[in-house]
T-cell receptor
Framework: DQQVKQNSPSLSVQEGRISILNCDYT??????FLWYKKYPAEGPTFLIS?????DKNEDGRFTVFLNKSAKHLSLHIVPSQPGDSAVYFC?????????????FGTGTLLAVQP | KAGVTQTPRYLIKTRGQQVTLSCSPI?????VSWYQQTPGQGLQFLFE???????NKGNFPGRFSGRQFSNSRSEMNVSTLELGDSALYLC??????????????FGAGSRLTVL
């Protein structure tokens, strides 16, 4: 049972345009959501997160939106740059359970074309 | 400040063998988690350790085991290797467990190939 889903395996955008990566979840116990970026031959690196009590969090070019009623979150990258080309993983956790167990989606490969 | 260090980075084993992977967390971090990454499956949670105690375990067979030492370093072991165990094994550390302030920092992973 895939509790966190990223239905788009890949996404291609032009440099300077907006990239929108989507993520859906099924478990209403999740109270924190994170996005990680992964380059080949490297471990995932933390990008941005959002608590379930918020609906938006911004950090520079990156913004995460959370729609709890739809159990949906999205990551917006504006403007997109070639260096943003990587695999992006959405993850969810129930920190109320005193655990760091992250449930990851299967990832979206973002390609930013110069 | 050194990051999360995983050894070995690459290894090749044959079916039926066993393997031990090592993880040194960031200095001061007491929580260590392990994940398996395979194509199409994303990252699957294996275990979580905090202060030498296993806090959580993922849905993997008993061939997968782990432990954490008093210095927070962790090892995971896979016995009786199968072809399907070929994957990237990632270790992540954080200060504590169960808080949104504790973002996991991942190592570069150990790439296991089972022939």
């Amino acid at each position: 049972d895939q509790q966190v889903k990223q239905n788009s395996p890949s996404l291609s955008v032009q440099e300077g345009r907006i990239s929108i990566l989507n993520c859906d979840y099924t478990n209403s116990m999740f109270d924190y959501f994170l996005w990680y970026k992964k380059y080949p031959a490297e471990g995932p690196t933390f990008l941005i997160s959002i608590s379930s009590i918020k609906d938006k969090n911004e950090d520079g070019r990156f913004t995460v939106f959370l729609n709890k009623s739809a159990k949906h979150l999205s990551l917006h990258i504006v403007p997109s740059q070639p260096g943003d080309s990587a695999v992006y993983f959405c993850a969810a956790v129930n920190y109320g359970g005193a655990t760091n167990k992250l449930i990851f989606g299967t990832g979206t490969l973002l390609a930013v074309q110069p | 400040k050194a990051g999360v260090t995983q050894t070995p980075r690459y290894l090749i084993k044959t079916r039926g063998q066993q393997v031990t992977l090592s993880c040194s967390p960031i200095s001061g971090h007491r929580s260590v988690s392990w994940y398996q990454q395979t194509p199409g499956q994303g990252l699957q949670f294996l275990f979580e350790y905090f202060s030498e105690t296993q806090r959580n375990k993922g849905n993997f067979p008993g061939r997968f085991s782990g432990r954490q030492f008093s210095n927070s370093r962790s090892e995971m072991n896979v016995s009786t290797l199968e072809l399907g165990d070929s994957a990237l094994y990632l270790c992540a550390s954080s200060l504590t467990a169960g808080s949104g302030a504790n973002v996991l920092t991942f190592g570069a992973g150990s790439r296991l190939t089972v022939l």
